[in-house]
């Protein structure tokens, strides 16, 4: 499969090589014009109680407003999973802020998709909680 990045690839340079036909004549093809690396999505615009970053970051819960500040709404939907790690989110909360915002661009209501985070398992492992009528806890010896 093609594996090198089009952003690492001069726009000029033959993306695949010469492919002969049937009739031998030699057929090449150039990628000419620009490469976006993100496609220029509106932001959107809903009227009612979320007009700014911080209001939206506010509802989908988990403590994201602290998390992260941006003041213009257009900068906010241009942000990338890249500039959230540059300033120092952690994995769980930059999916978790991206996702809420392409369900917020798709018009689905906030209180249909915001959730918590799913609570610590307290029994680890696989298998049944209670074996032989007794819970199981550990393995170790109390």
């Given at each position: 499969?093609?594996?090198?990045?089009?952003?690492?690839?001069?726009?000029?340079?033959?993306?695949?090589?010469?492919?002969?036909?049937?009739?031998?004549r030699?057929?090449?093809?150039?990628?000419t014009?620009?490469?976006?690396?993100?496609?220029?999505?509106?932001?959107?615009?809903?009227?009612?109680?979320?007009?700014?970053?911080?209001?939206?970051?506010?509802?989908?819960g988990?403590?994201s407003?602290?998390?992260?500040?941006?003041?213009?709404?257009?900068?906010?939907?241009?942000?990338?999973?890249?500039?959230?790690?540059?300033?120092?989110?952690s994995?769980?909360?930059?999916?978790?802020i991206?996702?809420?915002?392409?369900?917020?661009?798709?018009?689905?209501?906030?209180e249909?998709?915001?959730?918590?985070?799913?609570p610590?398992?307290?029994?680890?492992?696989?298998?049944?909680?209670?074996?032989?009528?007794?819970?199981?806890?550990?393995?170790?010896d109390?």
């Amino acid at each position: 499969m093609f594996r090198t990045s089009l952003s690492k690839v001069p726009l000029s340079r033959l993306v695949f090589g010469p492919i002969q036909n049937a009739q031998s004549r030699t057929v090449t093809t150039i990628v000419t014009g620009t490469v976006s690396r993100r496609p220029d999505i509106p932001s959107p615009r809903v009227p009612g109680k979320i007009s700014t970053p911080q209001d939206f970051l506010k509802a989908i819960g988990r403590s994201s407003e602290t998390k992260i500040s941006i003041d213009s709404w257009d900068a906010f939907w241009r942000t990338s999973g890249w500039d959230m790690k540059n300033a120092g989110l952690s994995i769980q909360d930059r999916r978790y802020i991206l996702w809420c915002m392409e369900k917020f661009r798709q018009d689905q209501p906030i209180e249909a998709f915001a959730h918590e985070v799913r609570p610590k398992k307290k029994i680890r492992g696989r298998g049944p909680a209670v074996q032989f009528g007794k819970r199981i806890r550990s393995r170790r010896d109390r």
